[in-house]
């Protein structure tokens, strides 16, 4: 089993800055790609930003330049960066992650959540 908690989220003004941050722990052996999606009301989970264990980064055009991702491969941690947050950014953020596990298997594992809203 693999848990992934993320912290960080809340309410900001729009123009401002907020950091998000993803622990993994359980039965972890490695950890592949890295990543933050984001789902609004009413519409699809799309991708916000990745990060591979070697640390190639990949972003969604609407968030580039103002978002950095980064991750810690001992701490096994990845951080979402956010600046410049616009109302169009509110949205629930997930935290997920490919793992190999010590079992062998290799999955992808997802977090439980935490919400951003970019309001005034």
């Known amino acids: 089993q693999v848990q992934l908690v993320e912290s960080g989220g809340g309410l900001v003004q729009p123009g401002g800055s907020l950091r998000l941050s993803c622990a993994a722990s359980?039965?972890?052996?490695?950890?592949?790609?890295m990543g933050w999606y984001r789902q609004a009301p009413g519409k699809q989970r799309e991708l916000v930003a990745d990060i591979t264990r070697g640390g190639s980064t990949n972003y969604a055009d609407s968030v580039k330049g103002r978002f950095t991702i980064s991750r810690d491969n001992a701490k096994k941690t990845v951080s979402l960066a956010m600046n410049s947050l616009k109302p169009e950014d509110t949205a629930v953020y997930y935290c997920?992650?490919?793992?190999?596990?010590?079992?062998?298997?290799?999955?992808?594992?997802w977090g439980q959540g935490t919400q951003v809203t970019v309001s005034s």
């Open positions: 359980g039965s972890i052996f490695s950890i592949n790609t």
């Open positions: 997920d992650a490919t793992v190999y596990e010590s079992t062998g298997y290799l999955r992808h594992w």
